[in-house]
Nanobody
Framework: QVQVVESGGGLVQPGGSLRLSCAAS????????MGWYRQTPGKQRELVAT???????KYGDFVKGRFTISRDNAKNTVYLQMNSLKPEDTAVYYC??????????WGQGTQVTVSS
């Protein structure tokens, strides 16, 4: 069973920055994809950013250059640097991990609140 643990959420003012981290452990298989999704009450979970083991990256349309995803393959850790945060970025951010055999391991989520 793969354990997925997020950290780094919190309260930040509009225009500020936060860095989220997610570490995966316990996988029998190599990890293919790591990434971030977010969800607000009453809405579907949406893509923020994903990165594969060969560094192929995908961002959600709303990111528009404000967020940067990176990954340390040796540590099975993914990071999300979020800059120029807006109130509409307020959400629970979830880390997703896909191995080469099994997909859709999720963390418990970390709350990001952007408010003055």
């Amino acid at each position: 069973q793969v354990q997925v643990v997020e950290s780094g959420g919190g309260l930040v003012q509009p225009g500020g920055s936060l860095r989220l981290s997610c570490a995966a452990s316990g996988s029998r298989f190599s990890i293919y994809l790591m990434g971030w999704y977010r969800q607000t009450p009453g809405k579907q979970r949406e893509l923020v950013a994903t990165i594969t083991s060969d560094a192929s990256i995908k961002y959600g349309d709303f990111v528009k250059g404000r967020f940067t995803i990176s990954r340390d393959n040796a540590k099975n850790t993914v990071y999300l640097q979020m800059n120029s945060l807006k109130p509409e970025d307020t959400a629970v951010y979830y880390c997703k991990v896909d191995t080469y055999r099994v997909q859709d391991y999720w963390g418990q989520g970390t709350q990001v609140t952007v408010s003055s």
